[in-house]
């Protein structure tokens, strides 16, 4: 049985019955967390077996742990980091390996929690008038320093077991706009954005899985990027990525119309997976029928991207823990 084109989410700490039934007709690829779903470690750990228990199989649970501002465990759960671009910035020479450390340590806090994504790295550039809520969440401006760290990023989830999620392709930096509440648009050509914006995502596109931004690209086409065909061909094509492709979430302001058409068109572009966030069961419901499940190419890249999950490799915490306080100057967490 191919998986359902969907990513969805729950409403509280443990699956209801009625959740439990629609997970199982519908057989969601994968499922994603939020701080309303966070109690305690045994709880977490509880939930993640509801989700994969409701599918029969070992599904991917992923989460936006980055760090800072987003991220959905906090303490005592998890580390409270400083915002990507202040690690980054404060690490200076060391940050390749600072980045690989932090992100080291946040798998290792994933892991133990049943939780095996993470929708990370993030690799748009930061501008000078980038939106307040992206800007801090960069890791530079300069786009073969963003590739660099981004990939850093990538291994130490994969060394931690958990796969990584590169965002928000194919770049979103030039936002002006917050895309939870409205429609960011760029009026920049193809070439001109080859060289910064689309690079890192050139670079990182073998990773296997990444998210859309909802941008309008004008010189492209007049469609957001994840429910426009145009994009998802530059996407695949231009820039090269044949991993899953996933929605960023479907029910943002930033698209206007049904969650059913916004779910059917961002699959007929050419996404593989829509993530659908904080909705009711009927929503998620109607997201997961308008859908459906996913295509032959989609499965095949489902299957490519769970291959790619393994065991984590042995990290002594202390001595992760000593390194990054010495490539930070001792100032590693937030607080």
């Known amino acids: 049985m191919r998986f359902g084109a969907t990513i969805l989410d729950a409403e509280g700490l443990r699956l209801n019955a009625e959740e439990k039934v629609l997970f199982r007709d519908v057989n969601p690829f994968g499922f994603i ?3 309303r779903n966070v109690e305690s470690a045994d709880q ?12 029969g199989r070992d599904c991917p649970v992923t989460i936006d742990q980055e760090g800072g501002r987003v991220q959905r465990l906090r303490t005592p759960l998890a580390r409270e980091w400083l915002p990507p ?3 980054v910035e404060q690490a200076r020479a060391g940050a390749e390996r600072a980045m690989y450390l932090r992100y080291r340590l946040i798998a290792h806090e994933l892991q133990a929690l049943g939780v095996d994504s993470n929708c990370a790295p993030m690799v ?11 800007r801090n969440r960069c890791y530079g401006g300069d786009a073969e320093t963003v590739a660099r760290l981004g990939r850093a990023v990538a291994q130490g989830h ?6 990584p999620v590169v965002k928000h392709m194919p770049g979103h930096g030039r936002a002006t706009m917050d895309s939870h509440f409205d429609l960011p648009h760029v009026d920049l050509d193809t070439d001109a954005l080859d060289g910064t914006d689309f690079a890192p995502f050139r670079a990182l596109n073998d990773l296997p899985l990444g998210m859309t931004a909802h941008l309008v690209y004008e010189q492209v086409d007049t469609d957001p990027a994840t429910i426009s065909g145009p994009m998802m061909r530059l996407i695949r094509e231009r820039i090269g990525f044949d991993g899953l492709i996933m929605t ?9 119309g ?12 050419g996404c593989d997976v829509v993530l659908h966030c904080n909705g009711t069961l009927t929503e998620r419901s109607q997201v997961a029928e308008a859908a ?17 999950r393994q065991s984590p490799q042995e990290l002594d915490i202390d001595a992760a823990e000593a390194e990054l306080s010495r490539l930070m100057s001792g100032r590693v967490y937030d607080g």
């Open 33 to 35: 967390l939020f701080a």
């Open 44 to 55: 977490v750990r509880a939930l993640c077996a509801d989700f994969r228990e409701a599918v």
């Open 85 to 87: 671009l202040d690690h």
């Open 124 to 134: 748009d550039l930061a501008r000078a008038d980038t939106h307040a809520f992206l």
């Open 158 to 163: 994969l060394d931690g077991g958990v796969l």
């Open 248 to 256: 960023d979430d479907i029910s943002m302001k930033a698209l206007s």
């Open 258 to 269: 049904s969650l059913s058409d916004l779910s059917h068109r961002a699959i007929a572009a």
């Open 292 to 308: 459906g499940e996913m295509t032959e190419a989609a499965q095949n890249r489902a299957e490519r991207a769970l291959a790619q």
